[in-house]
Protein backbone atom coordinates (compact mmCIF):
# COMPACT_ATOMS: atom_id res chain seq x y z
CA UNK A 1 0.00 0.00 0.00
CA UNK A 2 0.91 3.62 -0.30
CA UNK A 3 1.72 5.36 2.04
CA UNK A 4 4.32 8.06 4.05
CA UNK A 5 5.92 8.15 7.59
CA UNK A 6 6.75 10.84 9.47
CA UNK A 7 7.89 8.92 13.17
CA UNK A 8 8.54 12.02 14.76
CA UNK A 9 5.37 13.68 16.07
CA UNK A 10 6.92 16.24 17.58
CA UNK A 11 10.71 18.14 17.62
CA UNK A 12 11.83 20.49 19.64
CA UNK A 13 14.76 22.45 18.85
CA UNK A 14 16.84 25.41 20.16
CA UNK A 15 16.91 28.72 17.41
CA UNK A 16 20.11 28.79 15.46
CA UNK A 17 20.33 24.86 15.74
CA UNK A 18 20.27 22.87 12.84
CA UNK A 19 17.10 20.28 11.79
CA UNK A 20 16.13 17.34 10.08
CA UNK A 21 12.60 16.41 9.47
CA UNK A 22 12.42 12.82 9.04
CA UNK A 23 10.04 11.18 6.13
CA UNK A 24 10.02 7.25 4.77
CA UNK A 25 6.94 6.34 1.88
CA UNK A 26 6.20 3.06 0.50
CA UNK A 27 5.47 3.69 -3.49
CA UNK A 28 5.43 1.49 -6.02
CA UNK A 29 5.75 3.73 -9.04
CA UNK A 30 8.14 6.20 -9.29
CA UNK A 31 7.80 9.03 -6.66
CA UNK A 32 6.94 12.45 -6.46
CA UNK A 33 8.05 13.87 -3.38
CA UNK A 34 6.95 17.15 -1.69
CA UNK A 35 7.40 19.01 1.90
CA UNK A 36 4.79 21.25 3.02
CA UNK A 37 4.41 23.68 5.94
CA UNK A 38 1.20 24.31 7.80
CA UNK A 39 1.29 27.94 10.50
CA UNK A 40 -2.00 27.39 12.86
CA UNK A 41 -4.89 28.22 11.06
CA UNK A 42 -3.50 28.06 7.89
CA UNK A 43 -2.91 26.46 4.67
CA UNK A 44 -0.26 24.63 3.80
CA UNK A 45 2.71 25.99 1.87
CA UNK A 46 5.06 24.20 -0.19
CA UNK A 47 8.31 24.01 0.73
CA UNK A 48 10.03 22.19 -2.08
CA UNK A 49 9.16 19.30 -4.25
CA UNK A 50 11.44 16.22 -5.90
CA UNK A 51 10.57 15.10 -9.18
CA UNK A 52 14.14 13.89 -10.64
CA UNK A 53 17.67 14.71 -11.48
CA UNK A 54 19.73 15.95 -8.74
CA UNK A 55 18.85 14.26 -5.45
CA UNK A 56 18.92 17.18 -3.07
CA UNK A 57 16.82 19.83 -3.49
CA UNK A 58 16.68 23.49 -2.27
CA UNK A 59 13.03 25.10 -1.72
CA UNK A 60 11.98 28.24 -0.19
CA UNK A 61 13.03 29.80 3.49
CA UNK A 62 16.39 27.84 2.99
CA UNK A 63 15.46 24.35 3.78
CA UNK A 64 16.65 21.53 1.33
CA UNK A 65 15.68 18.08 1.32
CA UNK A 66 17.74 14.87 0.08
CA UNK A 67 16.32 11.89 -1.81
CA UNK A 68 17.54 8.36 -0.98
CA UNK A 69 15.65 5.38 -2.82
CA UNK A 70 17.55 2.84 -1.16
CA UNK A 71 15.96 3.79 2.04
CA UNK A 72 12.92 5.48 0.57
CA UNK A 73 13.55 8.53 2.38
CA UNK A 74 13.34 12.08 2.03
CA UNK A 75 14.13 13.60 4.40
CA UNK A 76 13.86 18.00 5.31
CA UNK A 77 17.11 19.54 6.52
CA UNK A 78 17.67 23.31 7.64
CA UNK A 79 21.23 24.59 8.91
CA UNK A 80 20.27 27.07 11.02
CA UNK A 81 16.38 27.23 12.51
CA UNK A 82 14.25 30.75 13.47
CA UNK A 83 11.75 31.04 15.77
CA UNK A 84 9.79 31.47 12.78
CA UNK A 85 9.95 28.00 11.35
CA UNK A 86 7.92 26.65 14.35
CA UNK A 87 4.98 25.07 12.27
CA UNK A 88 3.81 21.92 11.39
CA UNK A 89 5.45 20.20 8.26
CA UNK A 90 4.12 17.33 6.49
CA UNK A 91 5.80 15.49 3.27
CA UNK A 92 3.92 14.09 0.43
CA UNK A 93 3.88 11.61 -1.93
CA UNK A 94 2.06 11.73 -5.15
CA UNK A 95 2.95 11.15 -9.26
CA UNK A 96 2.63 13.51 -12.02
CA UNK A 97 3.93 16.24 -9.96
CA UNK A 98 0.83 16.40 -8.15
CA UNK A 99 -1.39 16.85 -10.95
CA UNK A 100 -3.32 13.81 -12.25
CA UNK A 101 -3.61 11.79 -9.18
CA UNK A 102 -4.39 12.47 -5.17
CA UNK A 103 -1.31 13.09 -3.02
CA UNK A 104 -0.37 10.74 -0.09
CA UNK A 105 0.15 12.90 3.13
CA UNK A 106 1.96 11.63 6.38
CA UNK A 107 0.89 12.67 9.91
CA UNK A 108 2.91 15.56 10.26
CA UNK A 109 5.83 16.43 12.66
CA UNK A 110 5.28 19.64 14.86
CA UNK A 111 8.28 21.69 15.58
CA UNK A 112 8.95 23.71 18.58
CA UNK A 113 11.94 26.38 18.51
CA UNK A 114 13.32 27.27 21.84
CA UNK A 115 14.79 30.84 22.22
CA UNK B 1 -0.77 36.34 -8.38
CA UNK B 2 -3.48 35.23 -6.48
CA UNK B 3 -3.65 32.15 -5.35
CA UNK B 4 -6.08 29.15 -4.47
CA UNK B 5 -8.89 30.97 -2.05
CA UNK B 6 -12.02 28.89 0.17
CA UNK B 7 -15.03 30.57 1.68
CA UNK B 8 -16.40 30.28 3.98
CA UNK B 9 -13.46 30.67 5.85
CA UNK B 10 -15.12 29.00 8.99
CA UNK B 11 -18.45 26.90 9.41
CA UNK B 12 -20.54 25.94 11.92
CA UNK B 13 -23.46 23.58 11.15
CA UNK B 14 -25.90 21.83 13.38
CA UNK B 15 -26.16 18.38 13.16
CA UNK B 16 -28.21 17.57 9.78
CA UNK B 17 -28.17 20.71 8.34
CA UNK B 18 -26.40 20.84 4.85
CA UNK B 19 -23.50 23.05 3.86
CA UNK B 20 -21.45 24.24 0.43
CA UNK B 21 -17.70 25.15 0.87
CA UNK B 22 -16.26 26.95 -2.22
CA UNK B 23 -13.04 27.12 -4.11
CA UNK B 24 -11.88 29.04 -6.78
CA UNK B 25 -8.56 27.82 -7.85
CA UNK B 26 -5.81 29.59 -9.33
CA UNK B 27 -6.38 30.79 -12.71
CA UNK B 28 -5.84 28.24 -15.81
CA UNK B 29 -5.15 25.68 -13.35
CA UNK B 30 -6.72 22.68 -15.06
CA UNK B 31 -6.67 20.17 -11.77
CA UNK B 32 -8.38 20.62 -8.70
CA UNK B 33 -8.45 18.49 -5.68
CA UNK B 34 -10.41 18.67 -2.42
CA UNK B 35 -8.84 17.18 0.68
CA UNK B 36 -10.39 16.60 4.18
CA UNK B 37 -8.06 17.30 7.81
CA UNK B 38 -9.05 16.09 10.65
CA UNK B 39 -7.09 17.54 13.68
CA UNK B 40 -3.83 16.69 14.36
CA UNK B 41 -3.98 14.59 11.01
CA UNK B 42 -2.42 15.20 7.40
CA UNK B 43 -4.79 16.02 4.35
CA UNK B 44 -6.77 12.88 3.04
CA UNK B 45 -7.78 12.78 -0.59
CA UNK B 46 -11.44 13.49 -1.12
CA UNK B 47 -11.88 13.69 -4.74
CA UNK B 48 -9.99 15.38 -8.10
CA UNK B 49 -11.40 17.22 -11.54
CA UNK B 50 -9.66 18.02 -14.44
CA UNK B 51 -11.49 20.93 -15.85
CA UNK B 52 -15.14 19.87 -15.12
CA UNK B 53 -14.59 16.44 -14.91
CA UNK B 54 -14.65 14.46 -12.31
CA UNK B 55 -11.91 11.77 -12.45
CA UNK B 56 -11.56 10.41 -9.12
CA UNK B 57 -14.12 10.61 -5.90
CA UNK B 58 -13.02 7.20 -4.37
CA UNK B 59 -12.17 9.33 -1.02
CA UNK B 60 -15.53 10.86 -0.58
CA UNK B 61 -16.30 9.62 3.03
CA UNK B 62 -20.20 8.92 1.82
CA UNK B 63 -22.55 9.59 -0.67
CA UNK B 64 -23.56 12.70 1.64
CA UNK B 65 -20.63 14.14 0.08
CA UNK B 66 -20.41 15.97 -3.29
CA UNK B 67 -18.39 17.81 -5.47
CA UNK B 68 -18.70 19.60 -8.84
CA UNK B 69 -17.09 21.83 -11.07
CA UNK B 70 -19.59 22.67 -13.85
CA UNK B 71 -17.39 25.33 -15.79
CA UNK B 72 -13.72 23.81 -14.68
CA UNK B 73 -12.81 26.88 -12.90
CA UNK B 74 -14.96 27.43 -9.33
CA UNK B 75 -15.85 23.67 -7.59
CA UNK B 76 -18.27 23.44 -4.64
CA UNK B 77 -18.25 20.85 -2.05
CA UNK B 78 -21.43 19.57 -0.90
CA UNK B 79 -22.15 18.05 2.09
CA UNK B 80 -25.51 17.17 2.92
CA UNK B 81 -27.16 15.66 6.74
CA UNK B 82 -23.95 16.96 8.27
CA UNK B 83 -22.66 14.63 11.49
CA UNK B 84 -20.43 15.76 14.03
CA UNK B 85 -17.61 13.38 12.15
CA UNK B 86 -18.05 15.48 9.50
CA UNK B 87 -16.08 18.48 11.70
CA UNK B 88 -12.46 18.85 10.19
CA UNK B 89 -11.19 21.58 7.90
CA UNK B 90 -11.29 20.96 4.34
CA UNK B 91 -8.66 22.18 1.73
CA UNK B 92 -8.78 22.36 -1.98
CA UNK B 93 -5.97 22.45 -3.82
CA UNK B 94 -5.32 23.17 -7.51
CA UNK B 95 -2.20 21.91 -9.92
CA UNK B 96 -0.71 22.81 -13.11
CA UNK B 97 1.68 20.09 -12.97
CA UNK B 98 4.54 21.22 -10.82
CA UNK B 99 3.07 20.24 -7.36
CA UNK B 100 -0.23 20.70 -6.06
CA UNK B 101 -1.26 24.89 -4.20
CA UNK B 102 -3.36 24.86 -1.19
CA UNK B 103 -6.59 27.65 -0.09
CA UNK B 104 -6.40 28.57 3.22
CA UNK B 105 -8.83 25.91 4.07
CA UNK B 106 -12.59 25.95 5.29
CA UNK B 107 -13.23 24.88 8.94
CA UNK B 108 -16.83 23.52 9.69
CA UNK B 109 -17.96 22.34 13.15
CA UNK B 110 -21.01 20.65 13.47
CA UNK B 111 -22.82 21.05 16.80
Known amino acids: AQSVTQPDIHITVSEGASLELRCNYS??????LFWYVQSPGQGLQLLLK??????LVQGIKGFEAEFKRSQSSFNLRKPSVHWSDAAEYFC?????????????FGKGTKLSVKP | GAGVSQSPRYKVAKRGQDVALRCDPI?????LFWYQQALGQGPEFLTY????????KSGLPSDRFFAERPEGSVSTLKIQRTQQEDSAVYLC?????????FGPGTRLTVT
Open chain 2, 93 to 101: ASSTGGGQY
Open chain 1, 27 to 32: YGATPY
Open chain 1, 50 to 55: YFSGDT
Open chain 1, 92 to 104: AVGDHGGSQGNLI
Open chain 2, 27 to 31: SGHVS
Open chain 2, 49 to 56: FQNEAQLD
